[in-house]
């Protein structure tokens, strides 16, 4: 299985200059355990190195290394060939090394103007010039192609625009360094153009970008050379047209792409949920049905409705028309209590806020469809609470030293875990995956789609929503396809090339 987009043409130039930046037997260890193992590396002035790896392959840990965030324990770090200590944030900013998180860390409560000069403000005479901000930083967002407003609250816009203003903020600080973390993870096309677009401008600026990515269509769109990270080790480095993704997934996990998309024949049950023209905010006349042991894919652009729909099915928004049949009996789901009670499951889009209590501890996260279960007259029964916990824990391989710790220390993957865990808690009948696999590797992906085929053998039924076309594409028995709130399309599995089914989602 290849990707959609095929491995760029070799680049004309690749830069042969001196590193701008080298790692010389860098490593981090936290006591006994090597978080990053003895790596070195150059990186060049003005090329896009990728860096791929799975959860836990030590991508982060080389994040915070490069900017200041923790001290290594060991090796250099030459900055134009002298060695430098990094040994706080605002030694990296003064050097030029930024980088933009897949998590926004600025201001939700202030505009987008005041967090793109947040620690720069305009002020004159002891005032702050929120005018001359406003217009300035509308200006900046304009030139780069970012059609955003400065003068709106970063809070009320989508998590991808935030992503944006984060990366106009980092390209304007005497960058010469920059570092994207899965820049596209909640982006949408058309932004994700506008980004690609300022990487290739500053990359002819001369700004060295290290892009951290899962998609693999993007390594190759954009990166001179990739570098690969598996357990703490730095595996290899390689030209990008002298490799290909099934060589890079190899070296990451030591899998074939087809052992990644695996699916199992499983013979279809009676049909579980049906929806007959149902209509509602953001989607119109929709009528699909989902059986027990089948995968039903909603594919389209974001925002063509396909996560409106989900949410009217769920109770989560009002419907204005049809009908919803349950087991072949028409029920009125005006609530998630009445889907829940049902047994529909949602595993929602930003699982970080819709899908988890990130402040607490991941074993009450697992547990919180359930309590009533777990009670024993006024008391929850401590021994059932861990079991329940510890259960899924084991089944999903959740990565975790104990139940105890919070949901917000854990990776992407592993939060995803927590979500799908917290259902399986309940026993659902029909499960709703929202974009399950943003921004978690190769591996977990495989786990989550093994974990997909033991749901249909249990007689389940899923509804995949996803904007990445091989997923749903290779796992859907019946792909339906959204485009301006309605069902343009509807294709069995593999009936139609990712040609057709894109330009069916586009429109052309």
Not at 32 to 57: C, D, M, T, W, Y
Not at 139 to 151: N, V
Not at 269 to 284: A, D, I, K, Q
Not at 463 to 481: M, Q
């Amino acid at each position: 299985m290849s990707s959609v987009i095929e491995p760029a043409a070799p680049h004309a130039s690749i830069p042969s200059t001196a590193p701008i930046l080298e790692l010389r037997g860098l490593e981090k260890s936290y006591g006994p355990v090597l978080a990053l193992k003895p790596a070195s590396l150059a990186f060049r002035q003005g090329e896009v190195h990728a860096i791929v790896g799975e959860n836990g392959a030590g991508k982060s840990t080389l994040i915070k290394l490069l900017t200041g965030v923790i001290r290594r324990s060991g090796g250099d770090i030459l900055w134009q060939g002298q060695t430098v200590a990094l040994a706080d944030p605002q030694e990296a900013i003064d050097r030029g090394i930024n980088a933009v998180h897949q998590e926004v860390v600025l201001c939700r409560h202030l505009t987008v103007a005041a967090n793109i000069f947040l620690g720069d403000e305009k002020v004159r005479f002891g005032l702050l010039q929120s005018r001359e901000m406003n217009r300035a930083a509308q200006k900046i967002l304009d030139d780069l192609g970012f059609q955003l407003p400065a003068d709106a609250l970063l809070g009320s816009l989508t998590i991808g625009q935030q992503q944006l203003v984060a990366t106009a903020r980092a390209s304007l600080r005497g960058t010469r360094f920059l570092i994207f973390d899965e820049p596209t993870a909640y982006l949408t096309r058309q932004e994700a153009a506008q980004l690609f677009a300022l990487i290739r401008r500053l990359k002819a600026e001369g700004v060295t970008i290290v892009y951290i990515s899962h998609r693999m269509e993007e390594v190759f769109e954009l990166a001179d050379r990739v570098s690969v990270l598996r357990d703490g080790t730095l595996v290899g480095t390689r030209l990008i047209h002298e490799t290909d993704d099934a060589e890079l997934v190899a070296m990451m996990i030591n899998r074939t792409l087809e052992q990644i998309y695996h699916k199992e024949t499983i013979p279809f049950g009676p049909v579980l949920v049906e929806t007959r023209g149902l209509s509602g905010p953001g989607f119109e006349d929709i009528s699909i049905q989902v059986r027990a042991g089948e995968i039903v894919g909603l594919y389209g652009l974001i925002g063509a409705g396909r996560s409106e729909f989900a949410l009217g099915l769920f109770g989560r928004q009002p419907k204005t028309a049809g009908e919803i049949l349950w087991k072949g009996k028409p029920v009125d789901i005006r609530s998630e209590r009445t889907a829940i009670d049902l047994g529909i499951a949602l595993a929602p889009e930003s699982r970080r806020d819709q899908g988890l209590a990130l402040n607490l501890p991941i074993g009450l996260n697992l547990n919180l469809p359930i309590y009533d279960r777990l009670t024993r007259g006024l008391t929850i029964s401590k021994r059932l609470e861990a079991e329940h916990a510890d259960q899924q824990i084991r089944d999903l391989q959740i990565k975790t030293p104990s139940r105890a710790s919070l949901a917000s220390s854990m990776s992407g993957g592993n939060q995803q875990k927590i979500v799908i865990g917290k259902w399986l808690n309940h026993g659902a009948e029909i499960f709703i995956f929202d974009e399950p696999t943003v921004g978690v590797d190769v591996g977990t992906k495989a786990e989550i789609y093994r974990l997909f085929g033991r749901l249909l053998k249990n007689g389940a039924g899923i509804i995949l929503i996803s904007s990445y076309l091989p997923e749903v594409y290779e796992l859907a028995d019946t792909l339906h396809v959204f485009r301006t709130g309605r069902l343009v399309a509807t294709r069995q599995h593999r009936a139609a090339s990712h040609e057709d089914i894109l330009a069916q989602a586009i429109g052309v």
